[in-house]
């Protein structure tokens, strides 16, 4: 879901390597105080630790990747079973991961139930019956148990229709933010999180966030993380457009901010025509040089 506008209390795999935006804590076990997050302390209790009077902890999730970590969102969407929707940039099918019981509105558990295929067309164009199900009436959900105790995955049955050729859509997310996705391809304004080098040329502003920590010469090109999902059927996609993620705890996720200018290597192409136009000039300077010697001095 997108982590610009999230639930409170969502959890996100995250490929910064070195900090947690603004609105987000590492979910690495740390205690809060009950007083300055009331609103999340009443989603998750002492279910992760805490003393329930003054503290509250934070789930302690280690990932599998060096460089990435799990971030729970602190700001947010209160989550409800009976009213709203997914954020207005999730993609329908897109997998998120909840560190309470409630599953808000607009999602479903993914513990392999059956839904019917004429309410639900759209989703199931995308999933088929890879899951289950006789895709005449019925098909299947995925059926996913976190290895994370206390958490729980859920499907967005609302959302937007993840496209594979059409144009690359405004994006709400946060630049880089990593999505869990239940399709055999990936969606456009995505990349396949799979350890592939990119170009800083072109994606300069996600090379400023994740520099070379998962590869690439940090010249011309950088490497996205490599992440094999567990669950069959399923893989990870990272965000190559979206929101830069600002830094501080008194501003909300969304407040824009302007990324850093990553100094890039010049195109070959236009190299040549610089080196052009030199000589030329050289030439030209070189013709007057001569002119005027001979104008200055007729004898020669």
Do not use: C
């Amino acid at each position: 879901m997108p982590a610009a506008s999230p639930y409170l209390g969502e959890i996100y795999l995250s490929p910064y390597p070195h900090f947690a935006p603004a609105g987000f804590l590492p979910a690495n076990g740390q205690l809060l105080q009950i007083q300055q997050h009331q609103a999340l302390f009443a989603l998750l209790g002492t279910t992760y630790g805490g003393n329930g009077r003054t503290t509250f902890a934070l789930p302690n999730i280690s990932p599998s990747v060096y460089g990435t970590q799990y971030l729970i969102a602190t700001q947010g969407r209160f989550p409800s079973q009976d009213v709203g929707s997914p954020s207005a940039d999730t993609l329908l099918g897109e997998i998120g991961l909840f560190a309470y019981n409630s599953i808000p509105k607009g999602f479903a558990p993914t513990d392999g139930r059956n839904l019917p295929l004429i309410q639900n067309t759209a989703l199931f164009s995308l999933l088929e019956t890879k899951h289950g199900g006789d895709g005449r009436i019925q098909f299947a959900l995925p059926k996913l148990t976190s290895p994370i105790p206390s958490t729980q995955y859920a499907i967005a049955l609302q959302g937007i229709y993840p496209g594979r050729d059409s144009a690359p859509m405004t994006s709400n997310r946060l630049l880089g933010e990593i999505a869990l996705l239940p399709y055999d391809f990936t969606p456009n304004g995505f990349a396949v999180a799979n350890g592939q080098l990119l170009s800083i040329n072109e994606h300069g502003s996600l090379f400023a966030l994740i520099g070379t920590m998962y590869g690439g010469d940090g010249q011309t090109t950088f490497a996205l993380p490599k992440l094999t999902s567990s669950i069959p059927n399923t893989h990870y996609a990272i965000a190559l457009q979206g929101i830069f993620p600002r830094f501080g705890v008194n501003i909300t996720p969304r407040e824009p901010v302007q990324p850093p200018i990553v100094n890039r290597v010049p195109d070959h192409s236009n190299s040549g025509i610089a080196i052009l136009i030199v000589i030329v000039m050289l030439s030209f300077w070189h013709k007057v040089a001569e002119f005027l010697s001979i104008y200055t001095n007729p004898s020669k």
